[in-house]
């Protein structure tokens, strides 16, 4: 019988508790999850995967934004992201085949490495790759499928005046799901200093309409190096300094998604915007004392007690240092304010 990515991705899920420690010898259980540093398999916990439970197999890697099911796992960690070559591994492994038991899995032990040395160096390539794409992209999204594409969103950045330069179109950037190059909007994360670190991917595609709308992926959105701490910085507010000269007082809205936090300033925009890429990094993000007050914007995720402990921590962290918390979220359940601003047009009538 064959079996298609699906069938064994939720093979491979069921047995997930079997799984991640042979693919992660060095990592720990933490509650339902197992936990390992990155997909070289060292220890820590910045990659994650859901042992038990309706999400069992899926995994996220949350410094470089990485996520995917069980066979997106095996692929990546051990074929380079070739899925073809993970469903053969993946058959043997689960005995679905008349093939001999797949070798034992060799990872090189796992030493200490000092600072500055190769897990930096495999970090800096990763910086270096996602500056070389966004640098690939003109400037402005005016007339791109990247403002088709919000337009399809509800999000008309006329209202805005002008389109954040944190965004630019990249009409082919490689795709490692599928293995082939897709257009994409591009975001960039910028750190505390206000340098780039990391690019954000949304693969895009046209529809037979000639509207644009997210690829058909697992994965359409993906990170491009590490971004813990940092945001993409899509709207100044009324005071038009960056982020780094914010005037005191300055307050900011903070999403975790594009969308979403573009639909916040188009219904504030006399608040500074930012996105944090995602809720786990949220509590994470540095901001100037002089911003004195936040107002979370988040996702009505009410059922999804991950969610609610990476939005409590980041409450908590601002509150710690001082600021001003506000949180505000949609009364739509499991919706977000993108789904606001798309129900509700005129802008300003549902604020954050």
């Given at each position: 019988m064959?079996h298609?990515?699906s069938?064994?991705?939720?093979?491979?899920?069921?047995?997930?508790?079997?799984?991640?420690p042979?693919l992660?010898p060095?990592?720990?259980?933490?509650?339902t999850?197992?936990?390992?540093?990155?997909l070289?398999?060292?220890?820590?916990?910045?990659?994650?995967?859901?042992?038990?439970?309706?999400?069992?197999?899926?995994?996220c890697?949350?410094s470089s934004?990485?996520?995917g099911?069980?066979?997106?796992?095996?692929?990546a960690?051990l074929?380079?992201?070739?899925r073809?070559?993970?469903m053969?591994?993946?058959?043997?492994?689960l005995?679905?085949d008349?093939?001999?038991?797949p070798?034992?899995?060799?990872?090189?032990?796992v030493?200490?490495k000092?600072?500055?040395?190769?897990?930096?160096?495999?970090?800096?390539?990763?910086?270096a790759?996602?500056r070389?794409v966004?640098?690939?992209?003109?400037?402005g999204?005016?007339?791109t499928?990247v403002e088709?594409?919000l337009s399809g969103r509800?999000?008309?950045?006329?209202?805005?005046?002008r389109?954040?330069?944190?965004l630019?179109?990249?009409p082919?950037?490689?795709?490692?799901?599928?293995q082939r190059?897709l257009?994409?909007?591009?975001a960039a994360?910028c750190g505390?200093?206000?340098?780039?670190?990391?690019?954000?991917?949304?693969?895009?595609?046209?529809?037979p309409s000639?509207a644009?709308?997210?690829?058909d992926l697992?994965?359409?959105?993906?990170?491009?190096?590490?971004?813990?701490g940092?945001?993409?910085?899509?709207?100044?507010?009324?005071s038009?300094?960056?982020?780094?000269?914010?005037?005191?007082g300055d307050?900011?809205?903070?999403?975790?998604?594009?969308?979403?936090?573009?639909s916040?300033?188009?219904?504030?925009p006399?608040?500074?915007?930012l996105?944090?890429?995602?809720?786990s990094n949220?509590?994470a993000?540095k901001?100037p004392d002089?911003i004195t007050?936040?107002?979370v914007a988040?996702?009505n995720d009410a059922?999804?007690?991950a969610?609610?402990?990476a939005?409590k921590?980041?409450?908590?962290q601002?509150?710690?240092?001082?600021?001003?918390?506000?949180l505000?979220?949609?009364?739509?359940?499991?919706?977000?304010?993108n789904d606001?601003l798309?129900n509700?047009?005129a802008?300003?009538r549902?604020r954050?």
């Amino acid at each position: 019988m064959r079996h298609n990515a699906s069938s064994l991705a939720r093979l491979l899920a069921e047995r997930t508790q079997a799984l991640a420690p042979e693919l992660f010898p060095h990592g720990k259980r933490d509650g339902t999850e197992w936990r390992v540093g990155s997909l070289a398999g060292e220890p820590g916990q910045s990659l994650a995967v859901r042992l038990t439970g309706a999400r069992q197999g899926l995994w996220c890697d949350f410094s470089s934004g990485e996520r995917g099911d069980a066979l997106d796992l095996v692929a990546a960690c051990l074929f380079g992201n070739n899925r073809k070559d993970a469903m053969v591994w993946a058959c043997t492994w689960l005995g679905l085949d008349d093939s001999a038991p797949p070798p034992a899995i060799r990872r090189p032990p796992v030493q200490e490495k000092p600072r500055g040395l190769e897990l930096d160096r495999e970090a800096q390539q990763r910086r270096a790759k996602a500056r070389q794409v966004w640098q690939e992209a003109p400037p402005g999204i005016a007339g791109t499928p990247v403002e088709s594409y919000l337009s399809g969103r509800g999000i008309d950045l006329r209202l805005l005046g002008r389109a954040p330069g944190a965004l630019r179109f990249h009409p082919s950037v490689w795709c490692a799901e599928i293995q082939r190059r897709l257009p994409a909007m591009l975001a960039a994360i910028c750190g505390p200093t206000g340098k780039m670190v990391a690019v954000h991917r949304t693969w895009l595609a046209q529809t037979p309409s000639g509207a644009w709308g997210k690829a058909d992926l697992a994965n359409a959105k993906k990170v491009l190096g590490s971004f813990a701490g940092g945001c993409i910085r899509l709207w100044r507010g009324a005071s038009g300094a960056a982020l780094g000269m914010a005037p005191d007082g300055d307050v900011t809205i903070l999403a975790e998604g594009i969308e979403t936090a573009l639909s916040c300033a188009i219904a504030c925009p006399e608040y500074r915007v930012l996105a944090s890429v995602s809720l786990s990094n949220m509590a994470a993000v540095k901001l100037p004392d002089t911003i004195t007050e936040i107002i979370v914007a988040a996702d009505n995720d009410a059922g999804n007690p991950a969610a609610r402990k990476a939005l409590k921590a980041a409450l908590h962290q601002f509150a710690q240092q001082g600021r001003t918390v506000r949180l505000a979220v949609p009364e739509i359940e499991h919706g977000d304010w993108n789904d606001v601003l798309r129900n509700e047009p005129a802008a300003g009538r549902n604020r954050p």
